[in-house]
């Protein structure tokens, strides 16, 4: 994800951006969190919209994921 985030700051150089806002929806929830956090200066504002939580932290979440989305949750977690 910090990846990400150097690559979002490499991108406002380019674009010639000081500070922006930032949405990140569904899957690009913890994207645009990592580069709000990586570089706060830079990012005005983060919404967040639909984006995975923590699911160890919430009874039941990985139950309620059912069989289709569980593998791709569990696939997300590993360490590349």
């Known amino acids: 994800m910090l990846d990400t985030a150097t690559a979002f ?3 406002l150089d380019h674009l010639d ?3 922006v806002s ?5 899957g690009g929830g913890p994207f645009a969190t990592a580069a709000a956090c990586a ?3 830079r990012v005005h504002a983060l919404a967040i919209v639909s984006a995975p ?3 160890d932290e919430v009874p039941g979440a ?3 994921l059912g ?4 593998p791709t949750a569990r696939m997300a ?4």
């Open 22 to 26: 930032v949405v990140g929806w569904s």
């Open 9 to 11: 700051a490499a991108l």
């Open 39 to 41: 570089f706060p200066e």
């Open 17 to 19: 951006l000081d500070r």
């Open 67 to 70: 069989e289709r989305r569980e």
């Open 53 to 55: 939580g923590p699911l």
């Open 62 to 64: 990985w139950e309620a």
């Open 77 to 80: 977690r590993q360490e590349p």
